[in-house]
């Protein structure tokens, strides 16, 4: 599927340092900064520089490049929060059905408490 991306997500607009943020860790293709309504003692959001709608998009669409570098920084992001051993959750919300609020690829990292189950029933 074709994807069409908002250049005035806020995402977007914190790549371009247009709005600050509490970084983690920077790449040369990634960023991770912590989430601005964590929900967990650890909630760090991940992104890719690039201009990627949602997970499916940038496995499409980045370069190998790209992938390596975001997946990486995700387990980077784990070992420096020392969440690995413990545990952690990794989420990325696409679309309505996702109830994405943020058109712009990020994997929520939580973790530092027991999260319970994955989903509440419907
Ligand atoms: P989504 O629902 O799209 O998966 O998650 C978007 C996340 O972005 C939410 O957890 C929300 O708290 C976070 N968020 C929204 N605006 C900002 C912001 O300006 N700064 C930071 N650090 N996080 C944000």
Do not use: W
Not at 67 to 78: E, G, P, Q
């Amino acid at each position: 599927m074709a994807y069409t991306y908002d250049d005035e997500n806020i995402f977007a607009k914190i790549l371009r340092g247009e709005i600050p943020n509490d970084t983690v860790l920077e790449t040369e293709h990634s960023l991770a900064f912590n989430d601005i309504r964590p929900q967990a003692p650890l909630h760090v959001l991940v992104i890719p520089k690039g201009k990627y709608v949602n997970y499916d998009d940038f496995a499409t669409n980045a370069s190998d490049a790209e992938i390596l570098d975001y997946t990486r920084a995700i387990s980077k992001v784990c070992a420096m929060k020392g969440v690995a051993a413990d545990g952690f959750r990794m989420i990325s919300n696409a679309g309505r059905d996702g109830v994405q609020e943020v058109p712009h690829l990020h994997v929520h990292i939580l973790g530092g408490r027991d999260l319970g189950r994955m989903l509440n029933p419907a």
